[in-house]
């Protein structure tokens, strides 16, 4: 059965970030179209593409991405631009790390296996504060933010929601499709318990799971990696028509199960912004909702799909953008969900 989560009013966000590879690494860091074929193909990739009448603008054509960061290749990790991120949410927000109750991160590409990337990220940040994993898939950053509201009831005065991603580590050598939709990045929000806050906050949250069949996407390698294993297990996969056909249901009905929770909710949204893996999924996910969802399409654009961390950083883009326009970014609710390979999913509202 899934799970329905009350209001948490009284949270504001003072403050926001992202991160990205070529912040930490410089423009090499940013791929373009020409820079991925060049990197999985090598320098043959143009006459790989004609052999097999590859349409060379198919990652926009296909999944509405025009460039992505990556990792790959560097000592870079989901950690360092989580903290990077961290850094300047807080810098953002006014508030020193000291002052933190609690940092609750999500990832999907931990640096290390058994770890705790909240934990390493308390220490570069130079705080004593509770640090909280959360391991979701693509709704961890959906999730960590829903455990941080939490928190907040129980006492927690200050809170810092990092997810970040380095997806780009798993791809295959020769996995074009990937390639060409995921990026890597990460995205801060810092909360703080305000008695003067209002009705922002958590409005509400859907968090549930559903079955599926099929072959999916993610790294279905175990852990430890038995003596004979084969690299191919610890790359993302090809899915098949099956698993797309669940995961496309499974969307449909983490919508509906938000709007059937919040149905009073609903004619106030300003914005939908989904966990953006595809142009179309956004699409047809924002469509149910008849608000718009131009900013998860923006980032999808401009930085792939950065699994976890897509919502948190679409919540920054479009607050940020409101920001530079002149607009006050109080008193509007925005809508967000995330459907995990798994699968599981997570839908929200919250009041700014």
């Not at 949410?89 to 940092?103: Q, R, T």
């Not at 699968?343 to 700014?352: N, V």
């Amino acid at each position: 059965m899934a799970m329905t989560l009350n209001p948490v009013k009284g949270i504001t966000v003072t403050g926001m970030a992202t991160a990205w590879p070529e912040d930490l690494l410089g423009p090499a860091a940013e791929m373009h179209d020409a820079d991925v074929y060049a990197s999985i193909l090598g320098d043959s990739w143009r006459e790989y593409l004609t052999e097999r009448q590859w349409d060379f603008e198919r990652s926009w054509k296909e999944f509405g991405v025009r460039r992505r960061g990556w990792t790959r290749g560097t000592a870079v990790g989901s950690l360092e631009l989580g903290i990077a991120a961290g850094k300047k949410a807080l810098a953002d927000a006014g508030i020193k790390a000291s002052d933190v109750d609690c940092i609750v991160a999500a990832t999907c590409s931990p640096n290390h296996i058994t770890s705790t990337i909240a934990g390493k990220l308390a220490k570069h940040l130079k705080t004593t504060a509770a640090a909280i994993d959360i391991r979701a898939g693509g709704a961890g950053g959906l999730n960590a933010l829903v455990t941080a509201a939490l928190y907040h009831t129980a006492g927690c005065k200050v809170s810092l929601v990092i997810a970040a991603e380095v997806s780009s580590k798993y791809l295959g050598d020769h996995d074009l499709s990937n390639a060409l939709l995921f990026g890597d990045g990460a995205a801060a929000l810092v909360l703080v318990s305000d008695p003067n806050g209002g009705e922002a906050g958590l409005v509400g949250a859907v968090i549930g799971n559903s079955d599926w069949q099929g072959s999916a996407f993610t790294v279905p390698g175990v852990l430890p990696p038995p003596e004979n294993y084969s690299v191919e297990d610890y790359r993302f996969q090809r899915p098949d028509a099956i698993y797309r056909e669940n995961l496309a249901r499974c969307w449909d009905e983490t919508g509906k199960a938000l709007r059937d929770a919040f149905p009073r909710e609903q004619p106030g949204l300003n914005a939908v912004l989904p966990y953006a893996v595809t142009r179309d999924q956004v699409v047809q996910c924002v469509e149910q909702f008849g608000v718009s969802g131009e900013d998860s399409i923006a980032l999808l654009a401009e930085h792939g799909c950065i699994g976890c961390a897509s919502p948190l950083a679409a919540m920054v883009l479009h607050w940020q953008r409101r920001r530079s326009n002149g607009g006050d970014i109080a008193d509007e609710t925005i809508a967000s969900l995330a459907v995990a390979g798994g699968i599981s999913w997570t839908g929200l509202l919250w009041r700014i």
